[in-house]
Every structure is written in C-alpha cells, then in structure tokens.
C-alpha cells in the first residue's frame, strides 16, 4: 500500500516534494551525494583498510558512517541526500575512494540521474558533478589521501568488484565524474 501511493506521487505532475532534508553531521571527513529526482542512488566510500561503507554496511571499523539515506524504499523525495563522515579526531591516515551507483529507477520517463558529490578532507572541499545514465552504473568519483598514506600500515583500499555478488559495482562502467569546484 505504502508503494502505490509513493509511485502515485511519481506519476503525479502536480505533486509538491515536502520531504524535509536531514542536516547532515560534520567530522574530519564529510562527503555528501545530492540529486534531484526519486531514483535511488548510493554514495559509497573504501576506507583506508579497505572496508566499504554503503547501505548495506553503514558503519565501519574505521569510525566512518553512512548517516543519511533517502529514496532507499520507496520514491520519497525529489532533493535526497546521502551522507558519510568520520567523526572530528576519527578519521584514519590513508587513501579514501568514493563511488556513486545507480541503483534503483522510480518510474521517470528519462532515466538518467545527475548527481553532485561534495567531498571535505584536510580543511579542503572538493565538488564534483555527473550524471548516471542507467540502473547499475557506478561511477568513481575521486580518490583522497589524509596524513601520511605510509603511515598506516592497512592493507590497499579494495575498489566495488563484478566478482562478488554482494558487491555494489556493475562491471559495466560508463560514466565518470567531473571536478567543477576545488575550495
């Protein structure tokens, strides 16, 4: 029941979103992900010891979260947001990846999805912009570093892999990421 009326809202022209946005939280590292339609995307991020965070292990080791999580059941609102940080003093030395996935379609005509990442370490800020063309696609968004990477003696960040079933990533990458702003 809940679903039908989510997907009436979709098909509705004359629906107004009053879906509130959740305030994210700050820490040493902030990355958000921002779209404008119902689809269900996914912000990911390999730590340092190369452990996932993504919906479907929202907390890791590490100390970083995925705190914010919108359209993951049912189209809900039109501004989602997705959002992991490290709490201030938490953050580990070492290469952090992003990843954005398309992961579900919510029944729009166009089935493209753009998207805006913002990504705060070492006092930077760091935006990128893209747009997924299918359900699947994920896309790389950039790599970062924070301290000294030799410092942390922790095994290689593992990126999304085809091979594992539970894995977030399509073999099929067809989209990349393009850094609008550095601040």
Known sequence: ???????KKVMSEDYADETPTPIPSSGDVEIS????NYNDLDLMCTDPNGEMIWFNNKT?????????????EYPGSTRPIEHIFWPSGQAVEGTYNVYVKYFRHYGQANGSSPYSVKV???SQVE?????LEKVG???????????NPTSNPSRQPV?????????PQDSDRTDSADKTDRS
């Open 1 to 7: 029941l809940q679903i039908d009326r989510a997907l």
């Open 33 to 36: 992900l921002s779209w404008d």
């Open 120 to 122: 705060k370490y070492n």
């Open 137 to 147: 696609d994920v896309v790389q968004i950039c790599s970062f570093t924070i301290g």
């Open 60 to 72: 890791a080791r590490s100390g970083g979260k995925l705190e914010i999580d919108m359209n993951v």
């Open 127 to 131: 935006q990128y912009e893209g747009i």
């Open 159 to 167: 990126p999304p892999s085809s091979s594992d079933p539970s894995s």
